[in-house]
C-alpha cells in the first residue's frame, strides 16, 4: 500500500489543494483534496476505485460514476502493479519513435488498453524512467474528452521504487 501527501499549485485559476492518494494492492485507489483560494477553502473533491466500481464527489458539481472507458482508464491506472502486469493490462503496448522532451531523448510508448483511450507515456532514453504521459479524461456522463498531458521529474529512490516527487 501507499500514503501520498500532495500539494497542487494551479497557478492560472489562482487555486491552491492539498490532500491524500492512497492505493493498495492489487487496484484499490481513493484521493481526498482540498480546493483554496485566496486562502479560503472553496471545495473538496473526492475520487474511489475499489478494484471494479469507483467515482468521484466533487462538492460544488454532481457526483460522478465512474462508466465506460473512464472505468477502464482508472482501472488500468489504479493497477499496483501496472509495469509488472503490463501483458495482461494492455492489448499493445508498441514503441513508435524516439523523440525528445526538452534536450532529452526519450522512447514514445504507446500503451492502449482493450477499451480505454491510448496513453503515451515518453520513456528517458537514459534513466529508463518516465518523464512525460499524454492522456485523455473521458466523461462518459457528460460525453467531454479532455487532454491532459503530465510531467515527471524530482525521481526519489522510496522503498526500492523510483517515484516523481514532482508532477506537472
Not at 500532495?6 to 492512497?22: C, K, L, P, Y
Not at 509488472?84 to 524516439?98: A, D, F, S
Not at 525521481?155 to 526500492?160: F, L, P, T
Amino acid at each position: 500500500s501507499s500514503l501520498t501527501k500532495v500539494e497542487i499549485d494551479m497557478e492560472s485559476q489562482g487555486v491552491q489543494a492539498e490532500g491524500e492518494i492512497s492505493a493498495r494492492a492489487p487496484n484499490s485507489t481513493a484521493s481526498d483534496m482540498t480546493l483554496k483560494a485566496l486562502g479560503k477553502q472553496i471545495g473538496t473533491i473526492v475520487s474511489y476505485f475499489d478494484g471494479a466500481a469507483g467515482g468521484e464527489l466533487v462538492s460544488f458539481g454532481p457526483e460522478e460514476t465512474y462508466t465506460g472507458r473512464r472505468l477502464e482508464d482508472i482501472r488500468l491506472g489504479a493497477d499496483f502493479y501496472d509495469v509488472l502486469n503490463w501483458k495482461k493490462n494492455y492489448k499493445t503496448i508498441e514503441v513508435k519513435r524516439m523523440g525528445k522532451v526538452g534536450d532529452e531523448d526519450v522512447y514514445v510508448v504507446e500503451k492502449r488498453g482493450e477499451r480505454g483511450t491510448p496513453v503515451i507515456d515518453y520513456v528517458s532514453a537514459k534513466t529508463f524512467l518516465t518523464v512525460k504521459r499524454d492522456s485523455v479524461v473521458v466523461s462518459d456522463t457528460t460525453g467531454v474528452e479532455l487532454p491532459v498531458t503530465q510531467s515527471f521529474s524530482d525521481y526519489r529512490m522510496v522503498d526500492g521504487v523510483m517515484v516523481p516527487f514532482k508532477m506537472t
